[in-house]
């Protein structure tokens, strides 16, 4: 199992239309995939709720691995299954360290690895004991980013981050930086995307994602945007296809 994290330092990037997208994307190229939602919020949950696999997400740095194996049986439909956010997960943040977590997270993702062939990880908009562990048990990370002013500075917190973390998880690869909910007729979203290609050239995906609400649509609709009946959602389902084919060939996945 290969596990994908998507994090950044700031709410509101796109952390969840990547996650969620992605699963739907991997799921109908008949792998296998887990999502992991670690955020409280659990946006990601409401979009896939319909995949609910009975693990609530702060089961894995709380149970063991016995139990967590437990709700699945060998009739138990494997293609994708969510791991659901809790409100249990804030208790997280103030009962256990980074470390800890780390450890006991590592522990039950290796449990459920032999069920899943790809795990997807979304987490909370802070870099908090959830969000450090999260990227310190991942093979994979992808940062979604908008292009406004307040998003560049959290891009640029976060690749302090990204280099200490692989201090202590030096297989951790950077799949790169997202451009999300781009704006073509805006100047400054010209600008600052420019900005963003020249400043972090090895950190950027050769694409951009458009400033699309058919995303949006289908996220509140629980379906994949490509599930959208609408003419403008052709361009949106374009470029998710295109990011879900940029990370299976990132992240070397076998169809």
């Known amino acids: 199992m290969k596990t994908l994290v998507t994090a950044i330092q700031k709410g509101g990037q796109g952390k969840t239309f990547a996650t969620c997208h992605l699963a739907l994307d991997f799921k ?9 939602d670690l ?3 659990g946006n990601a949950s409401y979009t896939l709720s319909n995949y609910k696999s009975g693990i609530k997400a702060s089961q894995l740095f709380r149970a063991s691995p016995d139990t967590l194996m437990s709700y699945f049986s060998p009739s138990t439909d494997r293609t994708l299954c969510l791991i659901e956010g809790d409100p249990g997960l804030a208790d997280i943040e103030g009962l256990m360290n980074v470390g800890e977590a780390a450890s006991q997270l590592k522990i039950n993702l290796k449990a459920l690895s032999e069920f899943f062939d790809v795990l997807l990880i979304d987490t ?7 969000m450090s562990s999260a990227v310190l048990v991942s093979d994979f990370m992808l940062s979604p980013l908008e292009m406004e002013a307040y998003s560049l ?13 692989r201090k202590l998880n030096p297989s951790l690869k950077f799949l790169g930086m997202v451009p999300n909910k781009v704006d073509g007729r805006k100047p400054r979203h010209v600008q600052n995307l420019s900005t963003l290609r020249n400043s972090y050239p090895d950190l950027m995906v050769p694409f951009a994602i458009g400033l699309r609400d058919s995303i949006a649509q289908a996220l509140g609709e629980k379906m994949a945007v490509w599930e959208v009946k609408k003419t403008a959602a052709r361009i949106a389902s374009h470029e998710v296809r295109a990011l879900a084919q940029y990370v299976i060939e990132k992240m070397e996945i076998e169809q």
Not at 28 to 36: I, S, T
Not at 124 to 130: E, T
Not at 153 to 165: D, E
Request: glycine share 10%; hydrophobic share 45%.
């Open 28 to 36: 109908e190229r008949g792998l296998r995939v887990a999502v992991a």
């Open 39 to 41: 955020d409280v919020q």
């Open 124 to 130: 909370p908009p802070s870099l908090g004991v959830i």
């Open 153 to 165: 500075q959290g891009f640029q917190k976060m690749v302090t981050v990204i280099n200490n973390l």
